[in-house]
């Protein structure tokens, strides 16, 4: 099963990948980082099909996926 990994510091709530994910794996979440920022965090793990379209979007790269 794919796994998602978001670097919350690095992550600045863009909302590119939430918006781009074709099964709805991730969200912004409540916590903010220490920029300030609500980062993205993985809500649905299991719907993950590794299409790795959200790492290839972030313009921060602060989303690896690992197979």
């Known amino acids: 099963m794919p796994k998602v990994e978001i ?3 690095t992550c600045k709530a863009c909302e590119l990948c939430v918006s781009n994910c074709p099964k709805d ?3 912004l ?3 903010s980082n220490p920029s300030g920022y609500h980062f993205a965090v ?3 793990q299991d719907a993950c099909i590794a299409c790795k379209m959200c790492a290839v979007i972030c313009p ?3 989303i690896e996926i690992y197979k």
Do not use: R
Request: glycine share 14%; charged share 5%; net charge negative.
């Open 42 to 44: 993985v809500v649905n």
């Open 60 to 62: 921060d790269g602060a």
């Open 29 to 31: 979440g409540s916590t």
């Open 7 to 9: 670097n919350s510091v």
């Open 25 to 27: 794996v991730l969200a």
